[in-house]
């Protein structure tokens, strides 16, 4: 599969546009409406969703247009404005975002003890909540709940290392293993152990 920072910087435009909306909203999977310029469907807006649709567009931006990049950087000092006027609500829905995925990540690394083979099928999709709990825990700092969860999740991946195979960058597509260096990102270089 092959990357296009273009259609990153349209779902980060239209994540940003909605921003606000979604801050007044009481979900924290919001569902955007319309559909992309390139036809696509939008994803819905979360606070790790948009922090990760942000690092792409950022890291990619070479391959984006001059026209594109000075979209890049407004639509970045937008984000800036809208954090900065409802920090409360912005981080409320980080913590509550932030749970939901540890959530879903120790469900998926407790069934994955159990059954590694049926994990490893499932791995390139389910790995998705790891690679979000490291946006929103570096975006939420060092507060009490959030080094709690931080603590949380540091024992999750220590049950997970324990069926984890080393290998090389599995993640889908793969031009995105030059932002997702080893180390800290180790979860994205192999897979569960599926031939016990």
Request: with cysteine; charged share 25%.
């Amino acid at each position: 599969m092959s990357y296009n920072p273009e259609k990153d910087l349209q779902i980060y435009a239209a994540m940003v546009d909605h921003f606000e909306d979604f801050l007044h909203s009481d979900t924290v999977y919001y569902q955007m409406n319309g559909l992309g310029a390139m036809g696509f469907t939008f994803p819905k807006l979360t606070i790790a969703g948009l922090l990760f649709a942000k690092a792409k567009c950022e890291f990619f931006k070479d391959q984006l247009s001059a026209g594109q990049r000075s979209e890049l950087e407004s639509y970045t000092a937008k984000l800036d404005r809208i954090r900065n006027e409802w920090t409360v609500a912005t981080e409320n829905k980080a913590l509550k975002e932030t749970k939901a995925r540890l959530r879903s990540w120790k469900w998926y690394v407790d069934e994955s003890v159990y059954d590694p083979k049926k994990a490893d099928r499932h791995y390139t999709t389910e790995v998705n909540a790891r690679v979000y709990l490291h946006y929103l825990l570096g975006m939420l700092g060092d507060s009490n709940e959030a080094l709690d969860m931080a603590r949380q999740l540091k024992l999750t991946d220590d049950a997970f290392r324990a069926i984890f195979k080393p290998d090389t960058f599995t993640w889908s597509p793969a031009a995105l293993e030059p932002m997702y260096p080893k180390n800290p990102h180790w979860y994205l270089y192999g897979r569960p152990i599926s031939n016990y």
